[in-house]
């Protein structure tokens, strides 16, 4: 039960908090193959398998024997069965059937292109407090079943985030009906409506592991554009992949400028280059307005994947 105390023991290097049960309270340890597998047969964790003895089914004390095995094969290594099946010479005839009642797998279609406006008055879905990993975007655990099934890995969106308006984690303000929901329901209520939104984060925005969900969640329910003080390399990237816009503060105290219940428009898109400033319009509660500027490292190609929807949407044009 999560808040439960507990222990793994694991041979893959995922050990941090909630990646194999979801629960924060798991203690979760990396070791060799060999010392999971004794601990594994003593089922203790305290078992010392150069020193403890463990008790067979006849009764009689036994102790497990060193591990051995050559450094290296003398034979060398067996390729395998070779099960590659190249793709036919024409896909065009080619049908991927996927249940329509699978929970886990669901085929994808493809995002939206850019209509040629600047992005107005949108509502931020969360201005995110102090660190946001990927894992704080796209949380693993419980949630990995469902990585070939993008709608339903999106019910974890940003649910690991801090809130910065109330310093809580999946609780937000839903700025068109003024109540709080979670995060991707908040989400899934504005692309409802057809009303973008943006996310403002903190320094290194999605550092941690090279979670590709965490750019393909926010673009599937109607983000457009996230702006923050930094990014992490590889999240930016994914971002721009998939259409969006990850924007930073040319002044990062600009941050303090916007508030969870601003509304953000996102300026002069059409004269987006390598190198531009973007111009960009925050409105306050109070009526009042004011423009930040916005910096983004998208080469030109990059900024053809936004113009085209995602990377995948140019590939497909260019083929043609």
Known sequence: KKGEKNTIVTSYNRNFTGRNDANPATHAFVTSPELVTALAIAGDLGFNPETDELTGADGKKFKLQAPFGDELPAKGFDPGQDTYQGPPA?????????????????????????????????????????????DHISAAGQWLKYRGHLDNISNNLLIGAVNS???????????????????????????????????????????????????????????????????????ETNLKKQGMLPLTFANSADYDKIQPSSRISLLNLKELKPGSVLTCEVKNDDGSTVKIQLNHTMNAGQIEWFHSGSALNRMKELKK
Not at 107 to 129: E, H, N, S
């Open 90 to 134: 024409d896909g065009s005839s080619v049908n991927v059937k996927v249940s329509p009642e699978s929970k886990r797998l669901q085929l994808l279609t493809p995002f939206d292109k850019w209509d040629g406006q600047d992005l107005k008055d949108m509502p931020v879905l969360i201005k995110a407090k102090g660190k946001c990993t990927t």
């Open 165 to 235: 308006e109330n310093g809580e984690i999946n609780k937000v303000k839903n700025q068109l009906t003024g109540e709080y929901g979670g995060v991707p329901d908040v989400a899934r209520q504005y692309k409802a409506k057809k009303t973008p939104w943006v996310v403002v984060g903190d320094e290194n925005y999605g550092e941690g592991s090279s979670r590709e969900h965490a750019a393909l969640e926010p673009r599937h329910l109607g983000g457009r554009a996230i702006i923050v003080k930094s990014f992490a390399r590889i999240h």
